[in-house]
């Protein structure tokens, strides 16, 4: 975020426009951040303050202990929540923090990040070392990190959607490590693709892709359908766009076209892989400006940023319109980025989406690690277990899974690892014989100040996507049945996606079959500013996202399902019943921009030099893996326990 003259001015930004007093306040309650940078001279002093009367006592929070805390269930601001990252900026703006005292406490392995990767690295460890005593420090009031669960009853149903991470789906298929492990924990992605899915559920009830044009952008709110295979001229007749956009996106569309004639498929890769995908519909479709506009938001969720920071060629492959004449070769070329390149090669890895996403994949991973803590056996009783959050990090335990706790520094010390954290109003350290650092890779060279400049510098110039998921349950879901529409993209709008809840039955839990009951609605914001690289794009759109208040997504929520779906009687004064926003401004692990530039030459890319390892100290994590998907975190996951034990 920009700094600001004036103190209050720059409090309120840095804190989405609570006051100073509210932030401390919250984090009285429950404190964390994804990393905090702690003068050397703080560091200095905490050497010589005494050492915590009883080590067992520091704990991550005393409410994590308690019968009632279960943070799936919680609504509003979740994600990055109120607490979990003010204390990084007020560090940044040079603010003392919390004086750092011994517990004498030590591990076989200390790993900072209860997500996918930190929990994979636990397991792997376990594996390898049956007795070994590990703690996990992660800064939110959950584990699972971007892999959320969002939770909520109503009238006695169990309603589940993914705060994060949507799905077990990768551009490449995974790994056999990443497999393996997924497997080992009892979830078979192949055969659940096919046992707990029905993909054509709201097609064979007259359901399908729909398109919401709204009145600020286009003139009037209007709501149009497409099904697939359907002719786009009849779809597109009632849409808001002058007759020219209409014809250009039939065109673009349908139309077998070679816009770029006497180059032969590798030529035409090439000339695609230097330009975005708005300037092809600008300057070689030559398509009107209405046309343009309805595909502006199209790779909001796959990139968080427009088709104008977005390569032409990583556009074909995604499968957007506009190529089919061009009669490409299959297949990628070096510059196109991992995820539309991994698509292009083999199609991607089986896709299954469980009912709370990626959450189940965590979850499975601690009832792997504390059996106590997560009752049952098989993943179809997973779904529907409640995770006894009092038996994650009992001082007794092998394994010690602690909320709510920030890690402020990480260091090699006389062989071993000295870890600082900060938890509520009291500040420990730990130490450890190895330590894996698990977390999101920008904030990785201020925890652990002794890495090379070089390394720091690769770290940092890693920005991840800014994104946020809402949860959004509503009373019925008739007005979609009345619209056609089961998933609505907007050319413009606040939310770019929104969809119904996919049809999913495993073990006790099922998705309404009758648009008369209640469910969840999963809407998709990326705060980007076009105009820009999408790197900029990227933390500009990051320090919206910190700035906006709940009410404001909530405003926005509400006025977009009214003016999208009001014309079928929705009114969100009435029918929706809770709200839970999931903002995550470190989102999306970095990738390789095409628009950027050339890739780098093999074992330099920025990600490979920013995850070597640092004495005792590896690094996991999806960033390093240079992909945002699961598989990436799991396999660096692999990774990096191999570089500490072999």
Not at 59 to 66: D, F, G, L, P, S
Not at 132 to 159: C, M, S, T
Not at 337 to 354: I, K, Q, R, Y
Not at 542 to 562: F, G, M
Request: glycine share 10%.
């Amino acid at each position: 975020m920009n700094k600001q003259n004036k103190n209050q001015k720059k409090n309120q930004a840095s804190t989405g426009g609570l006051s100073r007093r509210d932030v401390l306040q919250s984090l009285a309650i429950t404190m964390s951040a994804p990393g905090l940078l702690i003068p050397q001279s703080t560091r200095a002093q905490s050497a010589e303050t005494a050492a915590i009367t009883d080590p067992a006592k520091m704990i991550a929070n005393e409410v994590q202990n308690t019968a009632d805390y279960y943070p799936p269930i919680k609504t509003g601001l979740r994600g990055t929540h109120v607490g979990a990252y003010e204390a990084a900026h007020m560090m940044r703006d040079g603010e003392q923090p919390i004086p750092i005292e011994e517990t004498g406490l030590h591990y076989d392995m200390v790993i900072v990040g209860g997500g996918i990767s930190g929990l994979s690295a636990a397991w792997l460890v376990r594996q390898k070392r049956p007795k070994a005593r590990i703690l996990i420090l992660d800064n939110h009031d959950d584990f699972g990190g971007h892999a959320k669960r969002n939770e909520f009853h109503v009238d006695g149903q169990l309603h589940l959607m993914n705060g994060g991470t949507l799905s077990i789906q990768s551009p490449r298929p995974y790994s056999k490590n990443a497999d393996g492990l997924i497997k080992a924990l009892g979830i078979d992605a192949q055969a659940l693709n096919t046992r707990i899915q029905k993909k054509g559920f709201y097609p064979e009830h007259g359901l399908v892709r729909g398109y919401f044009f709204d009145q600020a952008n286009f003139g009037r709110d209007a709501v149009i359908r497409h099904a697939e295979g359907a002719s786009w001229k009849t779809a597109i007749a009632g849409a808001p766009l002058s007759p020219q956009g209409r014809k250009d996106i039939v065109r673009i569309e349908e139309a077998h076209i070679d816009y770029l004639p006497g180059l032969d498929s590798a030529q035409k890769k090439e000339r695609l892989s230097s330009i975005s995908y708005l300037e092809f519909l600008t300057t070689i479709v030559k398509a009107d400006p209405d046309a343009i506009r309805f595909y502006q938001q199209r790779t909001h969720g796959e990139f968080c940023i427009g088709i104008d920071a977005v390569s032409a060629m990583d556009c074909w492959g995604l499968g957007l319109p506009g190529f089919q004449g061009l009669k490409l070769a299959p297949g990628a070329i070096p510059r196109m980025g991992p995820t539309c390149a991994g698509f292009a090669d083999t199609g991607g890895s089986v896709d299954v989406h469980l009912p709370d996403g990626g959450a189940t994949v965590a979850r499975s991973l601690v009832r792997g690690l504390i059996p106590d803590a997560v009752p049952g056996h098989t993943v179809d009783d997973l779904i529907t277990a409640k995770v006894d959050y009092s038996k994650l990090d009992r001082p007794e335990a092998d394994v010690q899974i602690r909320l709510n706790s920030i890690v402020v520094n990480a260091s090699n010390v006389d062989g071993k690892v000295r870890i600082e954290y900060v938890s509520g109003e009291k500040g420990a350290a730990v130490t450890g014989d190895q330590c894996i650092l698990a977390c999101w890779n920008m904030v990785i060279p201020y925890l652990c100040p002794e890495l090379p400049d070089t390394q720091k510098a690769a770290l940092k110039s890693l920005v991840k996507a800014p994104l946020v998921y809402c949860s959004v349950v509503i009373k019925n879901w008739n007005a979609f049945k009345k619209l056609g529409v089961a998933h609505v993209h907007s050319p413009a709008a606040y939310f770019a996606d929104i969809w119904l809840n996919e049809w999913l039955s495993i073990g006790q839990y099922h998705t309404p079959r009758s648009p008369d009951q209640p469910i969840v609605v999963h809407m998709v914001h990326t705060p980007c500013k076009p105009g820009q690289n999408g790197t900029d794009q990227l933390r500009i759109g990051r320090a919206e996202l910190l700035a906006t208040s709940l009410a404001t997504y909530e405003d926005n929520i509400r006025k977009q399902l009214d003016a999208m779906l009001g014309s079928a009687g929705f009114n969100s004064s009435e029918d929706i019943v809770a709200i839970t926003v999931n903002r995550w401004p470190h989102g999306y692990a970095y990738e390789y921009d095409p628009m950027l530039g050339p890739p780098s030459e093999p074992g330099k890319e920025p990600y490979v030099i920013g995850r070597q390892r640092c004495g005792q100290i590896a690094i996991a994590n999806s960033d390093s893996g240079g992909q945002a998907y699961m598989d990436s975190a799991i396999d660096q996951a692999y990774r990096a326990v191999g570089e500490l034990l072999g």
